[in-house]
């Protein structure tokens, strides 16, 4: 009988152990807003030739959220990144449901971890259909020498392989090895906008690191978001200079993550162009929410 009792529950921790892998991540806490149903599905690269990734499974959850599986290029076939949760974000902080999502995930080779990427995805609609854009933001943890690099891919509803395995989900932000940062990067700016989220933006240098501080548009003066180390990445992981900076900071009712870009134009001028994503996590009810921002030099 006991034999017979040992056998049931080992099948039980089984058939649990099987159940679990296949229900996916565990899914976060819900925090408004809920994800735009135009972003669910399979999604197909629109480049058949790239060797980035190739597609990106979408699924709801009953609590508004998502769950994100992304599939490289793999030599002629495809790599599972693994299903992991993504925060959802709308346009303001009472938006009712978000196009854009965030993700943030590890990768191992055993029990070593060797590369880490964040994707910030944004599904919008176009006379062709549903079109899901996506950049990816990539740092390699393993001293291989490849460096930080960005990019950016964007698909089509299609067919593909369905997810079969988790992936990592983390919530910091390794420096990687960063490429140098171009020069044009440093400096003061200041929002172009009449009502700014950040009102303007300090980028300072110390040992080949970005530093950001930003300044929060508060009456009557800006109020100081304090500094962070910022992180560059290039075009390729052999770039030697990078025009991008993932600024990370985080608060005590929020986590703001600043993907600034720099640009100079054929006539001279300077640009910043700032995506803003906001996560709350103060539980106020307040929605997540994205903005772009450009700035000018102060």
């Known amino acids: 009988m006991a034999r017979h009792m040992s056998r049931l529950l080992g099948l039980a921790l089984v058939l649990t152990m099987m159940m679990s892998a296949l229900a996916g991540p565990a899914a976060a806490a819900p925090t408004p807003p809920a994800a735009d149903s135009r972003l669910l599905g399979t999604w197909v690269n629109t480049d058949p030739a790239t060797r980035s990734i190739k597609q990106i499974v979408v699924r709801g959850l009953s609590n508004g959220g998502l769950i994100v599986d992304a599939f490289g290029a793999c030599g002629g076939g495809l790599c599972e990144w693994g299903r992991v949760s993504a925060t ?30 964040v994707l910030f995805g944004n599904v919008r609609s176009t006379r062709s259909g549903r079109r899901l854009t996506v950049r990816k933001l990539t740092v390699f943890t393993d001293g291989s020498g490849r ?22 989900a983390v919530g910091t932000y390794p420096q990687g090895l960063p490429p140098a940062p171009v020069a044009g990067l440093f400096g003061s700016w200041k929002n172009t906008s009449s009502t700014p989220a950040i009102a303007g933006l300090d980028i300072a240098k110390s040992g080949g690191t970005p530093i950001v501080q930003g300044w ?41 993550q600043l993907i600034i870009t720099y640009k100079r134009k054929a006539d001279g001028s300077e640009i910043l162009t700032v995506a803003n994503y906001n996560e709350f996590t103060d539980g106020s009810g307040r929605s997540n929410y994205m903005v772009t921002e450009r700035f000018v030099r102060a």
């Open 147 to 168: 460096r930080n690099y960005t990019g950016t891919d964007r698909f089509a509803p299609g067919r593909g392989a369905a997810p079969s395995k988790n992936g990592h």
């Open 216 to 256: 929060g548009a508060c009456t009557p003066s800006p109020c100081d978001m304090g500094k962070v180390r910022g992180i560059t990445y290039g075009k390729s992981i052999s770039a030697s200079r990078g025009r991008t900076v993932l600024a990370p900071f985080s608060f005590g009712f929020k986590n703001e």
């Open 88 to 117: 959802v974000y709308g346009p303001n902080v009472s938006a009712k449901t978000g196009t854009h999502f965030r993700t943030n995930q590890r990768f191992l080779a055993g029990n070593s971890e060797f590369s880490r990427t």
